[in-house]
């Protein structure tokens, strides 16, 4: 049931798990069937529900049909739980929130950092299926970490880069992007991952007047714009209905992009 405005209704679906894949060492790709869900637009993300511990925000990373995917890094208690979920367990899903990625360009360069890659993928799809050229970016600490390289294959060319050179390059994508950036004209840049990662990347786009849209990884409690527990300063812009994709533009006028960030709390922290 909708509710007036065409959307779910905030509250949990419960929906069962069809599908849990190790990507990495504490990295699960879960898939499951929901209508709601697989309307999401690349970049917007669900609030996951995960029964008697936790509720946690997560970017759709695929789409195909009713069933979703998501990607989940096993962190804390809540994330570790989600990761061990089987065939059949139950979680809770609502959304799809926040506003997206704007598709446009026809040579695109994608650079995800850690499971940062999550909200690329189906980005990747999408621009494929606008006949975009792509070229896609992994980067990890270690080649433990990596997920989802072979279907980023499929929509664009794939470069990875890891801090200890266990696979592919050494050293960090915010460098292998730079270079990129220099080298060669892009249409637009979209990155998600460290925040440190993506002002480096606004910059060196700001620089070379090169189009940049990211998306942010902050605390996000209600993913409605109700509590107020990621706006960024002075803007008073919400990651979770705001964004959580900014232009650079915007960030550029964000003052705590990329030294500051908010704990549970809601104090500023410096990174």
């Not at 905030?10 to 309307?39: C, L």
């Not at 970016?137 to 989802?148: D, F, K, P, Q, Y």
């Not at 007047?209 to 942010?216: A, E, H, R, T």
Request: charged residues 25%; hydrophobic residues 40%.
């Amino acid at each position: 049931m909708l509710n007036c405005s065409g959307r779910p209704p905030d509250r949990p679906r419960p929906v069962k798990v069809t599908k849990n894949v190790r990507e990495g060492k504490t990295i699960s790709r879960i898939e499951f069937h929901d209508p709601y869900a697989a309307r999401a637009s690349p970049g917007q993300f669900l609030m996951v529900y995960v029964p008697g511990l936790d509720e946690i925000p997560l970017a759709v990373s695929n789409v195909d049909g009713n069933v979703s995917t998501i990607l989940v890094k096993a962190m804390g208690e809540g994330t570790k739980a989600l990761c061990e979920k089987g065939e059949g367990d139950l979680i809770g899903v609502r959304g799809p929130y926040g506003s997206g990625f704007e598709l446009a360009g026809a040579k695109d360069l994608l650079v995800g950092g850690g499971v940062g890659v999550a909200p690329l993928l189906l980005l990747a799809k999408r621009l494929k299926g606008l006949g975009s050229e792509i070229r896609t970016i992994v980067g990890t600490s270690t080649g433990e970490e990596l997920a989802m390289v072979d279907a980023f294959a499929t929509y664009s060319t794939v470069e990875v880069v890891t801090e200890d050179g266990s696979v592919g390059e050494k050293g960090l994508a915010s460098d292998k992007a730079t270079k990129g950036i220099l080298g060669e004209r892009f249409d637009r840049v979209y990155a998600c991952g460290p925040e440190a990662m993506l002002a480096k990347l606004v910059n060196i786009c700001t620089e070379r007047q090169v189009p940049i849209q990211v998306s942010l990884e902050r605390w996000i409690k209600c993913g409605t714009g109700l509590c107020g527990s990621c706006v960024l300063d002075p803007l008073g812009l919400l990651v979770c209905s705001d964004g959580p994709v900014f232009s650079g533009d915007q960030l550029k006028q964000v003052t705590d992009f990329g030294r500051f960030y908010r704990k549970a709390s809601g104090i500023k922290v410096p990174f």
